[in-house]
């Protein structure tokens, strides 16, 4: 099973603490060692990292671990293949443009008989069943809305096209446009809110520990997604099988 982890926030904050123990999923406490991705938006921009070796002794996560990069929206992905090669097209995250902005995509599960009819501008360049459903979801956006829809509105059509995807199989995908961070599970996602007072946290794949109030105001919200938690003394809550959760600001609006 491939790994996810999202990070949705209300000021630019550094992922590094989380990708420290996620990447130790990537060939060292977890056998997902067919690649892994990440993106980071800035504003407009996105930053967009993928590799097809495997996470723990990946020279491209060794920067990512040692460059704390701020966003407000991040989307990682461990990869265990289930379908297509072990090469860089096939690494998650992915990324499309809809309405003028980016858009990210990871999915973790396996998709079967999953082929649908492609007729607009996003086609796949790899040979997932993951990318082949962000294109999907893709043309039907564009499909649904003339414009970037409000949150909320996306949200009641993302419910839609998720619940339509996951009768082929396991759905849990990540999704954002730096607006928000839109997560839907079929089996296995969990996300914890931080907020003041913020508290000592320890990873659970790695000996590592952040005084997270040192690194905060009062005023910080962070929301962190991911398919097992990453920390071994913080309450992380299940998601319900079928369900999309929107975070904005770190907090779960929907």
């Not at 980071?40 to 020279?59: C, I, K, N, T, Y």
Request: glycine share 8%; with cysteine; net charge negative.
């Amino acid at each position: 099973m491939c790994q996810l982890l999202g990070m949705n926030c209300n000021t630019p904050t550094d992922v590094t603490f989380s990708f420290a123990g996620f990447a130790q999923r990537g060939g060292n406490t977890g056998d997902h060692a067919d690649g892994w991705g990440i993106a980071f938006f800035e504003g407009q921009g996105l930053r967009h990292f993928v590799d097809h070796q495997r996470a723990v002794d990946s020279p491209v996560a060794d920067l990512i671990r040692r460059y704390p990069i701020k966003s407000r929206n991040v989307i990682a992905h461990i990869r265990k293949a289930t379908q297509g090669g072990v090469v860089l097209e096939n690494c998650h995250p992915f990324v499309r443009e809809l309405w003028g902005r980016y858009w990210v995509f990871a999915h973790n599960g396996d998709l079967k008989d999953f082929w649908p009819q492609l007729h607009g501008a996003f086609r796949p360049v790899g040979t997932t069943d993951s990318e082949r459903a962000f294109c999907w979801i893709m043309q039907e956006l564009a499909k649904s809305h003339a414009g970037t829809p409000s949150v909320a509105e996306m949200t009641i059509t993302l419910r839609e096209l998720a619940a339509r995807i996951a009768t082929h199989g396991t759905f849990n995908f990540l999704l954002s446009s730096g607006e928000a961070l839109w997560a839907h599970a079929s089996t296995h996602l969990w996300y914890i809110e931080r907020r003041h007072p913020f508290a000592h946290a320890s990873l659970a794949d790695e000996d590592l520990s952040v005084d997270f109030a040192a690194h905060t105001t009062p005023a910080d919200r962070v929301a962190v997604v991911v398919t097992a938690p990453l920390t071994s003394n913080e309450l992380w809550t299940p998601f319900a099988a079928g369900e999309l959760k929107v975070f904005v600001d770190g907090v779960a609006v929907g």
